[in-house]
């Protein structure tokens, strides 16, 4: 009793509930679907690492997401399937990523309020439970994203030399289970660029962090350009001739609009709060993690799986607003209508605005 009683106190436990029960309504309330246009290229990776032969080889696949094919697949001899070793995998990272964003959040602002609220926010948001426990390889990229840039803020904050290097390879695994996963670096970067470091030992430290990051995708995209003369390149390339002319104000307006939709408001008034308890410490390291959340940008082909890397940032922000409002019914009853607005309005928003997967 004493065991679960700790756990009912637990400063997690009502996060997870929470997280348990956006998974209860997804699956059997509106029933989401975990099929994406991706899911079946995934499934003939997946199946041609097991040695299947097929007429058209997913190189895009094999090349973007090696680490989070292997261990759907390895998943798969214990859920009885490929796509249920994916869900399960998904499933790990979507419960942990709950976990690393609050560290994130409490690292930045040294509250257990703003990360408790940041993180419903986060764990609320339509995109988070829709494409990341779906069957593609976004969410351990996404994880890997929030962990890789956790470790930099603490090297930031700590200058523990260990966490530079758990950055790295942090970012160095994540960009092998999906492109996401290599942002974190992007974070350190940044972050050592705001660091009270000599300029010398910026530059050094920031070279060696870029080196030794691109060891691993480096080297495994020179054994698969070996093998199958294909390369990250040649798919980065295929997106632009794809859909670089598709790409837009426009589109990107609605992107945006969408993967935050009712968040924007409370962002709106996380900002003018930011500006009323002006931190410069604070300021400084949103605006060190915030070029990480806008790489979405670099990419041709934006849809809402893309543009969620900036809800991470949009959400502390807006966490710090809310906990500024001193009425708890009233911070209740905003969060409750956000998520009522992202279980139902978002899934009718994408038919009405037209917006592609």
Excluded: C
């Excluded at 502390?316 to 009233?330: A, D, E, M, P, V």
């Amino acid at each position: 009793m004493k065991i679960l009683s700790n756990i009912i106190k637990s400063k997690y436990f009502l996060l997870y509930a929470l997280a348990v029960l956006n998974l209860v309504v997804a699956l059997y309330v509106i029933e989401i679907s975990f099929w994406s246009s991706d899911s079946e290229t995934y499934l003939s990776a997946m199946k041609f690492l097991q040695g299947d032969r097929l007429s058209e080889i997913p190189y895009n696949r094999l090349v973007t997401a090696p680490f989070m094919l292997y261990a759907s697949i390895f998943f798969s001899f214990l859920t009885g399937s490929l796509f249920n070793g994916m869900f399960a995998v998904n499933l790990i990272f979507y419960f942990l990523i709950i976990y690393v964003f609050y560290k994130l959040v409490f690292e930045i602002y040294h509250d257990k309020t703003v990360a408790f609220l940041s993180t419903v926010l986060f764990l609320g948001n339509y995109a988070l439970y829709n494409f990341g426990i779906a069957y593609t390889a976004d969410m351990g990229g996404w994880f890997f994203f929030i962990l890789s840039s956790l470790l930099a803020l603490k090297y930031y904050n700590n200058k523990n030399k260990k966490f530079y290097y758990l950055a790295i390879i942090a970012a160095g695994i994540g960009v092998l289970f999906k492109e996401y996963g290599a942002l974190g670096i992007i974070s350190l970067a940044m972050l050592i660029l705001i660091s009270n470091f000599s300029s010398i030992k910026k530059f050094k430290e920031i070279i060696i962090a870029g080196l030794l990051f691109a060891v691993i995708p480096i080297f495994y995209n020179i054994l698969f350009y070996l093998k199958f003369h294909y390369s990250y390149l040649d798919w980065y390339f295929f997106n632009i001739s794809a859909h670089g002319q598709s790409y837009g104000l426009i589109l990107l307006i609605k992107v945006l609009g969408w993967v935050y939709l009712a968040g924007w408001p409370i962002f709106a008034y996380g900002l003018l709060q930011e500006k009323k308890y002006f931190n410069r410490q604070r300021a400084y390291i949103l605006a060190a993690l915030l070029p990480a959340s806008l790489a979405f940008l670099a990419w041709p082909a934006l849809t809402q799986r893309i543009a969620f890397i900036f809800v991470p940032w949009l959400a502390l922000i807006s966490g710090f607003g809310l906990s500024k409002i001193k009425n708890n019914y009233l911070v209740a009853a905003i969060l409750i209508i956000y998520i009522i607005i992202n279980y139902s309005i978002t899934p009718f928003l994408i038919k009405v605005i037209n917006l592609p997967f």
